[in-house]
């Protein structure tokens, strides 16, 4: 258990739904960062958020959006959904931005449009 | 921007020593960070190199040029659950990693 804390874990939904994904940061992290990772592609970047404020902002479609809320937890809602959105999303927090000791990252929301 | 380059897939056997190569073109440089991931799991943090030079942690050793823009995880002894995915990521500045698509490494008997 690495202490970041992803919910659901599986998620099949059908296409223009919209779905929210929840992350709870390890404890004492204040840095959440949220990734997209499609079948065979990287980690792609989308959004940081730090105690409460957007830090930065990746390839993050509009139909996207995310916030960090005051007991750090954060949630990625995606909205009008397409069969491309279909992906392993992954949370991951850090003490600070530009943690020198690297990220830690959660088991990740697998997310299936149909 | 950032852009990073590894090698797609690569096979190895038991026991053996592997060099996996990762190249770089970034607007900064705060760091190189390499991580392990199986597939379907979570990425884990293998090491992290800002200066020049060697870092060995155990059978994983990972080396930084930054001159070249070039690292490599190497991998001693390797056994059968080394098999995974090794992403290279950069940290251009303060604020996120960028990652490579990673090596699917696969070990064989």
């Known amino acids: 258990d690495s202490g970041v804390t992803q919910t659901p874990k599986h998620l099949i939904t059908a296409t223009g739904q919209r779905v929210t994904l929840r992350c709870s940061p390890r404890s004492g992290d204040l840095s959440v960062y949220w990734y997209q990772q499609s079948l065979d592609q990287g980690l792609q970047f989308l959004i940081q958020?730090?105690?409460?404020?957007?830090?930065a902002k990746g390839n993050i479609l509009e139909r996207f959006s995310a916030q960090q809320f005051p007991d750090l937890h954060s949630e990625l809602n995606l909205s009008s959904l397409e069969l491309g959105d279909s992906a392993l999303y992954f949370c991951a927090s850090s003490v600070a931005p530009g943690d020198l000791y690297g990220y830690t990252f959660g088991s990740g929301t697998r997310l299936t449009v149909v | 921007g950032q852009n990073i380059d590894q090698p797609t897939e690569m096979t190895a056997t038991e026991g053996a020593i592997v060099q996996i190569n990762c190249t770089y073109q970034?607007?900064?440089?705060?760091?190189l960070f390499w991580y392990q991931q199986h597939a379907g799991e979570a990425p884990t943090f293998l090491s992290y190199?800002?200066?020049?030079g060697l870092e060995e942690k155990g059978r994983f050793s990972s080396f930084l040029s930054r001159s070249k823009g070039y690292s490599y995880l190497l991998l001693k002894e390797l056994q059968m659950k080394d098999s995974a995915s090794y992403l290279c990521a950069v940290m251009p500045g303060a604020n996120n990693l960028f990652f490579g698509t990673g090596t699917r490494l696969t070990v064989i008997p």
């Open positions: 958020y730090y105690n409460g404020e957007e830090r």
């Open positions: 190199n800002v200066l020049d």
């Open positions: 970034t607007s900064g440089f705060n760091g």
